[in-house]
């Protein structure tokens, strides 16, 4: 163990220096975060005698990570994304805001414009031979419990080989397909067809999983489907839910599960539902109702500006 240098002046003074406290040019509030985070990381040093050798593994790690693009799939196997939204539950609680749906973490496969339908539409383009047929449907409805005309749903998920769209490594996959963004009726309702997606894990051979395989831990998601839904004079929710029966269903490695997120899949093969979504075979329904919550004092107080892949 090496003698403590941490609280000494001359390393409290280095750590200024280099975080630009001491220079009038720069942003006050990157050098601010840049401090605590350079402090931190020199106290763990100390704390935890992290050696040398430790030390550029872990800068290796960082260029591995962002070189095969990681960076948003660790911060939520790491618990960051939920960390975050524990706090936004507690500052909701602290004003005395009441949520309906529980939000849950956005995940780093969005994509921007999806294409736009009205009241109802189908998100798969039938390319999927291995999928099973879903129907989703429900209302969305405001804070003062009533639905919500014209709200905005926007739905993204996976295929039965647990890729997206955009982000397909085989390349089957055409743009946006299994995405839409769809604007409720005029009773607040939406519905889509698409297939039951399959979960994914993270890919073995990357920085990721390598990282978790450290700690112990699987890299694997449950069956799920993204929602982001805004309205009116309501602030934005991002949510997602997770499909009933899967065995990963309370084991998420992005920690995204939510009690009132685990809506029921129910099968339906009687010919008067089949005839009711106008198919022609078996199909899964999950109904989903969506609550939002309204504005704070007239603004989002919780939205979220990352950046994010557009097409």
């Known amino acids: 163990m090496s003698a403590p240098i941490f609280h000494t002046p001359d390393v409290q003074d280095f750590l200024r220096l280099?975080?630009?406290l001491n220079q009038d040019g720069g942003n006050p509030r990157t050098k601010q975060i840049i401090h605590r985070i350079l402090s931190d990381l020199f106290k763990a040093i100390e704390d935890?005698?992290?050696?040398?050798?430790?030390?550029?593994?872990g800068v290796a790690y960082l260029n591995q990570l962002g070189a095969r693009g990681e960076a948003g799939l660790l911060s939520p196997g790491l618990g960051l994304?939920?960390?975050?939204?524990?706090?936004?539950?507690?500052?909701?609680?602290?004003?005395?805001?009441?949520?309906?749906?529980?939000?849950?973490?956005?995940?780093?496969?969005?994509?921007?414009?999806?294409?736009?339908?009205?009241?109802?539409?189908?998100?798969?383009?039938g390319s999927d031979t291995a999928g099973h047929t879903l129907i989703m449907h429900g209302t969305v409805y405001g804070a003062d419990g009533q639905p919500l005309p014209g709200a905005q749903v926007e739905v993204w998920?996976?295929?039965?080989?647990?890729?997206?769209?955009?982000?397909?490594?085989?390349?089957?996959q055409k743009p946006f397909n299994m995405r839409r963004t769809i604007i409720a009726d005029a009773q607040?309702?939406?519905?889509?067809?698409?297939?039951?997606?399959?979960?994914?894990?993270?890919?073995?051979?990357?920085?990721?999983?390598?990282?978790?395989?450290?700690?112990?831990?699987h890299g694997n998601r449950p069956a799920h489907i993204h929602l982001f839904v805004t309205a009116d004079g309501h602030r934005k929710l991002t949510t997602q839910i997770n499909i009933d029966g899967d065995p990963l269903v309370f084991d998420d490695f992005a920690y995204a599960t939510r009690e009132g997120l685990v809506p029921p899949l129910t099968e339906r093969s009687d010919e008067a539902s089949i005839r009711a979504h106008g198919l022609s075979g078996p199909f899964a329904e999950i109904v989903f109702d969506i609550r939002l919550s309204a504005l704070v004092d007239g603004v989002d107080n919780q939205i979220v500006d990352r950046p994010r892949l557009a097409a």
């Open 18 to 20: 280099a975080s630009g």
């Open 48 to 57: 935890l005698d992290i050696t040398p050798d430790e030390y550029w593994a």
């Open 81 to 125: 994304d939920r960390y975050f939204d524990m706090r936004m539950d507690a500052e909701d609680a602290a004003l005395g805001v009441a949520n309906g749906t529980p939000r849950t973490i956005e995940g780093p496969l969005y994509v921007a414009g999806a294409p736009v339908v009205h009241g109802h539409g189908r998100l798969d383009d």
């Open 157 to 172: 998920h996976a295929n039965t080989k647990g890729f997206y769209s955009h982000f397909d490594p085989t390349g089957e």
């Open 188 to 217: 607040g309702r939406y519905k889509f067809q698409s297939i039951v997606p399959m979960g994914y894990g993270c890919p073995p051979d990357g920085p990721t999983q390598a990282l978790l395989n450290q700690l112990g831990r």
